[in-house]
Structures are given as C-alpha cells and as structure tokens.
C-alpha cells in the first residue's frame, strides 16, 4: 500500500521560515519524481516544485528563489524548506509522485501576521 504523509506545517508570520517533509512508503522512493504542490482556498491546486530522481530541481516562479526541495532516498523523504514566507502562500501543501496517482493528505501552511 502506497502511502505519502506530509508533515512541518503550521500558522507563521509573514517572513518566516517552514520546512515541509513528505515521508513515502510501498514504492521504491528513489526511482520516482517528487513533486509539491499547493491548493489555496478557492484556487485550483498548483504546482510548486519538483525534484527529479536524479536531484534536480524545478519550481515555479511564484516560489523560486524562496522555497528549495529536496530528497533524502534512504529516509523515501522529500522536503520542501519554504522562506520569506508570504500571506499568498498560504494553500494547503500536497505531495506527489510524479505521473503516478499518489498523493498524500496535505499539510496545511497559513502565513498571516
């Protein structure tokens, strides 16, 4: 059984820093594609950044320059470290393997002063 479960989010102010952790089990983790994605309240979800096998990554222009993802195969982890952090980054935060129909649950982020 396949599982991604998201944890790290939380109520920061504007500014601030958060890092996100996805842990996967039931697949072979470092073979597949890691994404974050995001879904703000009345807002389709969006891509936020992905990290191929091989540990490049790409991100949205929205978060590049702030957020970093990365992978640690022999913890099936993937991270998404988010700083200077802004009130439109508030969304709940997905993640997902790429070109798969695994998600996990979502790890809520609210940036409010």
């Known amino acids: 059984q396949v599982q991604l479960v998201e944890s790290g989010g939380g109520l920061v102010q504007p500014g601030d820093s958060l890092r996100l952790s996805c842990a996967a089990s039931g697949i072979i983790f470092s073979v597949y594609h890691m994404d974050w994605y995001r879904q703000a309240p009345g807002k389709q979800r969006e891509f936020v950044a992905r990290i191929i096998s091989g540990g490049a990554p790409n991100y949205a222009d929205s978060v590049k320059g702030r957020f970093t993802i990365s992978r640690d195969n022999a913890k099936s982890t993937v991270y998404l470290q988010m700083n200077s952090l802004k009130p439109e980054d508030t969304a709940v935060y997905y993640c997902?393997?790429?070109?798969?129909?695994?998600w996990g649950q979502g790890t809520q982020v609210t940036v409010s002063s």
């Open positions: 997902h393997a790429f070109n798969t129909a695994y």
